[in-house]
């Protein structure tokens, strides 16, 4: 996979590649910056990263970015943590994320989905209107810019709403999902202290309705910063004392004001999985994060006037985020508010189907639940409009790509991308005129200097390294909250190689210049020297019918030894009996590697994840090392806490 190219499952024609944002503003910015006019993307992505202040210049005109006041230089200062980027400048997310309201009032900003599976538009000029009014409201309860303000809310157009109202007065968004439980809400929320809290009644999933009004109250009492909560009557209950309605804040006709801040004011706080301690509330900046999803979503996305977006996500994840910001390039957002697999397996893409979805988003989990439930999208759904289907959350194996290229349509874009909440955008993706190898994600994106390192910080290709990046990212943090030495933030990402940031996934960049994710770095396998990622495990032991899901976890012994376990959850009708556990060996043994077949197979009655389907490897390696539950987890960031009880029992307490 790694040596010369093998034949791509997909390859763009000419006139894709011709038509591509990319392909026009390599010629673009070759006239007017230098850029290289020939050589295609790798000659751009190239010049992007060694000539970083000029590469970042040009997308800001590109995309005609609105500096109220304008920039002293594009970065004054470079250093990782701390660079400065576009000093001097003002601007406002949430004016260019409703500009298009300005030239089609009437076309479709958002497409509201819930369980129904009935689309429901809401046109750029009501969605503008209504951030106007809640803006002015939000101003008027004596919200001023860096308050913070959240959200307990679900993939709802009101949550859009409330982001952009809150970014245009200049207040910090945060936002959690409604099926978060109270403590989890807290971990978040008491760190960053809210002054107003938007709200639900409930939400519906998996075509039940789930009341929250305890939740809520919970919420209420235990966030004292609070001056106003917004009741949203999801479920069509009446505001609780105190509260004010929704609709009385977004019923006024008034164009929005938008508050002209600086490039690095905060624009909102995402939080890290915290499964080991409290969530580590990130803050990200208006101006980067505009730059940097203008970037991701104009350019190598391809998104446009006429597009669809539609991503499977909720509002405790980054993707929600990136999400909305598909409407700063004009394009048409789904919000789904519903389960992924309601009322069967297939339902995402019935969506895709109905919304006329062309860019379809979704994770690599759900691909490889479709292609165990016999879905075949490409024969029961028109999706004649899905150009591309991006899949994130974890890799996606090799089978995933067979599976949507043979099910879904051959001349199909699948862009497999990675990257992280901590930047809110990508490492490396989708590139709309590279071809896509199986098991590949196509290329680095544009500006960022990503590279596979060895613990001497000796890049590698080729070779399995951690992923780094050398050049700073807009998007990057500005700082942790309640971080005032910024130690929690250097020790995070710059322990291991002072001033280059340091991801914590294991990678390898191939000779053609894709890019390969094997999970992460905190939880490799590594037997006898030779280092494997936990993602090249599942890939090969979930292709088996009878594995629904695995864990797998290494852990080094006081004596010396290393005990390798795997996890297995078990599809219905299955038994781990002998064959079966020879058959698994086996599989290990021959597709990957004999030092990583494991020492115990052992069945579980399920996978426990955190909050954001993340497989809970490092929580389970400190269990299994005698580590004490509460000490090994943070309870409010996991599923299902249950399920830990098991993997206490298998190791005795370390003394």
Known sequence: MTSSPTEPLWQPD??????????????????????????????????????????????????????????????????????????????????????????????????????????????????????????????????????????????????????????????????????????????????????????????????????????????????????????????????????????DLVSTDADPLFEQVGFAHPLWILYSSGTTGLPKAIVQSQGGILLEHYKQLGLHCDLGPEDVFFWYTSTGWMMWNFLVSGLLTGTTVVVYDGSPGYPDTAAQWRIAERTGATLYGTSAAYVMACAKADVHPGRDFDLTRVKCVATTGSPLPPDGFR?????????????????????????????????????????ACLGTDLQSWDPAGKPLVGEVGELVVTNPMPSMPIHFWNDPDGSRYRDSYFDMYPGVWRHGDWITITDHGSVVIHG????????????????????????????????????????????????????DGATLDEALIARIKQTLRTELSPRHVPDDIIEVPAIPHTL????????????????????????GSVDDLHLLDFYTTLRKPTK
């Not at 009492?221 to 917004?230: F, G, I, M, S, Y």
């Not at 051959?410 to 490492?427: K, M, N, P, Q």
Request: proline share 7%; aromatic share 8%.
């Open 14 to 247: 000419q006139d894709r590649i011709a038509s591509a944002a990319v392909t026009r503003f390599q010629a673009w910015a070759a006239e007017r910056f230098g850029a290289p006019a020939d050589g295609g993307y790798p000659a751009l992505h190239e010049w992007s990263v060694t000539e970083l202040e000029t590469f970042w210049q040009a997308v800001a005109e590109w995309f005609d970015i609105r500096f109220d006041t304008p920039y002293e230089r594009v970065l004054g200062d470079r250093a990782m943590p701390g660079a400065d980027w576009f000093p001097g400048a003002t601007l406002n997310y949430a004016e260019h994320a409703l500009r298009t309201a300005d030239e089609r009032p009437h076309d479709t900003a958002l497409l509201h989905v819930d369980e129904t599976h009935e689309p429901v538009p809401v046109t750029w000029a009501k969605l503008r209107r209504q951030v106007g009014s809640l803006a002015a409201e939000l101003r008027a309860l004596g919200v001023r810019p860096g308050d913070r303000v959240s959200g307990y809310l679900p993939n709802i157009p009101q949550a859009v709403v409330a982001l952009l109202a809150s970014a245009a007065v200049g207040a910090v968004w945060t936002s959690c999902a409604p099926d978060f439980g109270a403590r989890s809400v807290l971990d978040r929320f008491q760190q960053v202290e809210p002054v107003v809290l938007f709200t639900v009644d409930g939400y519906r999933y998996g075509g039940k309705e789930h009341d929250r009004r305890e939740t809520v109250a919970e919420l209420r009492a235990e966030l004292p910063t609070l001056r106003a909560v917004v009741h949203i009557p999801l479920l069509g209950t009446e505001a609780p004392e105190g509260a004010l309605n929704w609709q």
């Open 403 to 443: 599976w949507l290229h043979d099910e879904v349509r051959e001349d199909l874009w699948i862009a497999s991308v990675s990257g992280g909440t901590d930047v809110c955008s990508c490492f490396a993706g989708a590139v709309p005129t590279l071809p896509v190898h199986i098991g590949e994600l196509q290329a």
């Open 520 to 571: 992460r770095s905190d939880s490799t396998l590594n037997r006898q020297g030779v280092r494997m990622g936990s993602a090249d495990i599942y890939e090969a032991v979930e292709r088996l019918p009878e594995i629904r899901e695995s864990l797998v976890i290494g852990l080094e012994e006081p004596n010396g030894g290393y005990w390798m376990p795997l996890f297995v959850h078990l599809a």
């Open 612 to 635: 954001t389907g993340k497989r809970l490897e490092v929580p389970v390696k400190r269990l299994l090392g005698g580590t004490p539950l509460t000490k090994a987890v943070n309870p």
